[in-house]
């Protein structure tokens, strides 16, 4: 299999030299490592380049979703792995994602585990409010979506889809895309990556988890997720639902003193939440 992979990127140069490198040192090597620069103000070419990487520079702001396209439409391989330009995927990523993909040519793409990369209180909330699903060492298996962090699709499984060209559900959309035309996705627990992000104060945690409230209503409006009720009926967000799943999550994987200790902070995320699904819902 020709690999390549493809890492959306806007202003990522304290951490796109990092995931450049963990995708060129794979113990199965790609084809090609390609960055997409969304018109970056900082030195996020310049990084990429001197880390390995090929540049494609966007002439307008495509997002993240865009930036996928793009990098599809350059790429040469047979096989599209993503990366986020704030992960660094472990050695065996690409090996363990195509031997699935070897197994089975039922499944269309291959995900794994997200870790946290970053200590602070502030990673912690970023990471078991958005990643909380996919802390799991156990559960391989298909599902549903599958974060595009890190996963590795079969490229002719994904030709003449595209993502939409926003930051916020385009994985999720293109997931369910591929999954309307029969293709599997796959989750494997032994794939790890690690999430280093830089969402990492008060205002960029608060603006973080607004989005996702409206991400969560254009999806569930959109698709058949998993809480589409809420559409319906909003009043059952003040039930906190995926606050209490989270905490479940924690708690069953033995973050029982993260899922006590983080708690007021989780509160707060969860209006958030809620303010970003009424944003959405007002403007339909």
Known sequence: MRISVIIPCRNGAQTVADAVKSALGQTVKPAEVLVVDDLSTDDTAIVAERAGARVIRNTARRNAGGSRNAGMDAASGDVLAFLDADAVASPRWLELATE???????????????????????????????????????????????????IVYRRNAVEG?????????????????????????????RITVTHLHERLDWGAYWEKQVACGRTIYW?????????????????????????????LRMIRHGRFLDAIGLFPWFFMGELARIRGFHDARGAR
């Open 100 to 150: 699935v993909l070897n197994r089975d040519a039922r499944v269309a793409g291959v995900g794994g585990r997200i870790l946290n990369g970053r200590s602070s209180v502030y990673g912690k909330l970023d990471y078991y409010m958005n990643h909380s699903e996919w802390i799991a060492a156990d559960g391989e298996g298909e599902k549903g979506n599958v974060p595009t962090m890190a």
């Open 161 to 189: 889809l595209r993502f939409p060209e926003s930051n916020s559900g385009e994985d999720t959309a293109f997931a369910i895309a591929v999954t309307s035309r029969g293709g599997k996705l796959w989750f494997d627990p």
């Open 219 to 247: 999806t569930r409006k959109a698709f058949d997720r998993p809480g589409r009720f809420l559409v319906r009926f909003p009043i059952l967000l003040f039930a906190f639902p995926h606050l209490w799943l989270m905490l």
